[in-house]
């Protein structure tokens, strides 16, 4: 059963800290994607990366936010220093597409809070 | 500004009855989907629409594109309590000279026994 798979599930850290949160894309899926969801905001694109290059990060914080793919089977999104604002679920989602429509597909997410 | 309104954004119903989801555009899509959330879970895919007057139906769910009019609506029909949840639209917008897939803020359903 593929699936997108999203590690820590939940993450209580201290402001000021560094949080690193890790997503293993469907095997084959060449697209991948980064969002925030919160109550105020909704669901935010932060990044999302084709064949593991960054394609756009332009909703991400780029003084604090970083994320990379070091390989085809991790996708990594670290908050460094992290701020009680960041707090939200964090949702990765993985494709297959080449073009506009890519169908994409969720992980359970990271529910983050900084205290 | 949101580029993706959903309307309403929340909705109690009886079960038994329809409902309509609707999903507009400030911008030409290129594609729509639908997705489904369940609180704390994550996003499960419903329908994925690429042409104007494009129908899909899945279940007692049916989602039809109206290109012209850049907007979507999801149909509900005979609703029971396990249609409860988050109903979110996401489309691909070209922004920036890139392509996005963004979403809406949802639709809370709820669906009384």
């Known amino acids: 059963d593929a699936r997108v798979t999203q590690t820590p599930r939940h993450k209580v850290t201290e402001m000021g800290q560094e949080v690193t949160m890790r997503c293993q894309p469907i095997?084959?899926?060449?697209?991948v994607f980064w969002y925030r969801q919160t109550m105020m905001q909704g669901l935010e694109l932060l990044a999302y990366?084709?064949?593991?290059?960054?394609?756009?990060d332009s909703g991400m914080p780029k003084d604090r936010f970083s994320a990379e793919m070091p390989d085809a089977t991790l996708a990594t999104l670290k908050i460094q220093p992290s701020e009680p604002r960041d707090s939200a679920v964090y949702f990765c989602?993985?494709?297959?597409?080449?073009?506009?429509?890519?169908?994409?597909?969720f992980g359970q997410g990271t529910r983050l809070t900084v205290v | 500004s949101q580029e993706l309104e959903q309307s309403p954004q929340s909705l109690i119903v009886q079960e038994g009855k329809n409902l309509t989801i609707n999903c507009t555009s400030s911008?030409?899509?290129?594609?729509l989907y639908w997705y489904k959330q369940k609180y704390g879970e994550g996003l499960i895919f419903l329908m994925m629409?690429?042409?104007?007057?494009e129908e899909k139906s899945h279940e007692k769910i049916t989602a039809k594109l109206d290109e012209k009019k850049q907007q979507s609506s999801l149909h509900i029909t005979a609703s029971q309590p396990s249609h409860a949840g988050i109903y979110l639209c996401?489309?691909?917008?070209?922004?920036?000279?890139?392509?996005?897939?963004?979403f809406g803020k949802g639709t809370k359903l709820t669906v009384n026994p």
């Open positions: 629409l690429q042409k104007g007057g």
């Open positions: 911008k030409t899509l290129y594609g």
């Open positions: 996401g489309a691909v917008l070209a922004q920036g000279g890139s392509e996005k897939l963004v």
């Open positions: 095997l084959g899926h060449n697209t």
């Open positions: 990366f084709r064949n593991r290059a960054p394609l756009d």
């Open positions: 989602a993985s494709g297959h597409g080449t073009g506009a429509n890519t169908e994409a597909f």
